[in-house]
Nanobody
Framework: VQLQASGGGLVQAGGSLRLSCAASGRTVSSYVMGWFRQAPGKEREFVSTIVWNGDRTYYADSVKGRFTISRDNAKNMVYLQMNSLKPEDTAVYYC?????????????????WGQGTLVTVSS
């Protein structure tokens, strides 16, 4: 499956952005889908994961209550709604696909990655 993330940009603190991840080549319903982010000089970190049919979601403590992950399997799309953005949310955001639900917060468990979209939050 090929993944393409979009929707990043520059936003002021307290603002919102909606990231999209478009999948092609294979139906996204076959995968657990996740969002990760990587800030300059830091390791890639887990943001959120949604299981195959969307009935379970998981979030990093740092984004819980502010971010919402969702998916539309019919459209082969995954989304990350980001509200109340903070400067520390600044990073390149990546969507990823995983065949199994094991260590969903670990980048190494994911089989496919999109190219990333930059989110910059100004103070």
């Amino acid at each position: 499956v090929q993944l393409q993330a979009s929707g990043g940009g520059l936003v002021q603190a307290g603002g919102s952005l909606r990231l999209s991840c478009a999948a092609s080549g294979r139906t996204v319903s076959s995968y657990v889908m996740g969002w990760f982010r990587q800030a300059p000089g830091k390791e890639r970190e887990f943001v959120s994961t949604i299981v195959w049919n969307g009935d379970r979601t998981y979030y990093a403590d740092s984004v819980k209550g502010r971010f919402t992950i969702s998916r539309d399997n019919a459209k082969n799309m995954v989304y990350l709604q980001m509200n109340s953005l903070k400067p520390e949310d600044t990073a390149v955001y990546y969507c990823a696909a995983c065949k199994t639900f094991v260590a969903y917060d670990t980048p190494g468990q994911y089989d496919y990655w999109g190219q990333g979209t930059l989110v910059t939050v100004s103070s």
